[in-house]
């Protein structure tokens, strides 16, 4: 994996495959369907990646625990790669590449009949796929055993949640870090490591910020927001608009 390159995703909490098709057809490198947070079921979660089929954007599914049984039918229903919430250790990380690759690496159950493999009229052979993997860091305990998750093999960028890193620091008063020191943690970590780190950020305008921090993997804002403030900015700009006509 190219670790120096521009990953350029987005989150789909909503749960429509149209939307998941748009985000596709617009360009996306990748798409983080969120199963933690998002609007639909894991059981919806096919129609979204069938949506995603053909295009060269990358389907990662946020599970919402790092169970063995979420991670590994996610992929085999087709996802490309995982996200796992709030990972704060090496073994932590182990256990969640465990559950994502067949033996001898991990022990995640194999079929030849899963949506991944064509429903058994694309069997893999002897080359099992690798999925991508991320884990999101997400505390201050996280950030401080980032070094020793990058390490793991098979944990491929670590991802910082920002909304949930920002919230743990200031239940911390005591704590020796403050968000911008987690920040450059976790890149000096992955980059010591060879792997990428990855990030969320609401506004187009901090992109470049972080990429210039070192991030790679960087997921600009969620189809929900992104409707949500476009539908605010109509409904204000018709008010204002009234206003002045009265």
Request: hydrophobic share 45%; net charge negative; proline share 4%.
């Amino acid at each position: 994996m190219n670790t120096n390159a521009l990953q350029l995703g987005t989150f789909l909490s909503i749960g429509s495959p149209a939307i998941a098709e748009l985000a596709a057809e617009s360009g996306f490198d990748w798409v983080l369907i969120d199963l933690e947070h998002g609007c639909e079921s894991d059981g919806s979660l096919p129609h979204q990646l069938r949506a995603l089929r053909g295009s060269r954007t990358k389907a990662i599914v946020r599970v919402g625990a790092p169970h063995a049984e979420l991670i590994s039918r996610v992929l085999d229903w087709g996802a490309d790669g995982i996200m796992v919430p709030h990972v704060n250790s090496a073994a932590e990380a182990e256990a969640i590449v465990q559950a994502a690759h067949y033996a001898p690496r991990g022990h995640r159950g194999f079929s030849r009949t899963v949506r991944a493999y064509g429903y058994g009229l694309r069997p893999p052979g002897d080359k099992m796929p690798m999925p991508l993997l991320m884990a999101q860091i997400e505390s201050v305990v996280g950030v401080t055993h980032a070094a020793e998750i990058a390490r793991v093999e098979g944990v491929d960028v670590l991802f910082v949640g920002p909304a949930d890193l920002q919230f743990d620091l200031q239940h911390q008063p005591a704590a020796d870090w403050d968000y911008a020191a987690c920040l450059r943690s976790v890149v000096t970590a992955t980059q010591t490591a060879g792997k990428a780190a990855g990030i969320l950020v609401r506004e187009l305008t901090d992109l470049h910020s972080h990429v210039d921090l070192g991030f790679t993997h960087v997921a600009v804002d969620s189809d929900l927001s992104i409707l949500r403030n476009a539908y605010r900015q109509v409904l204000s700009h018709v008010g204002q608009s009234l206003l002045r006509r009265r």
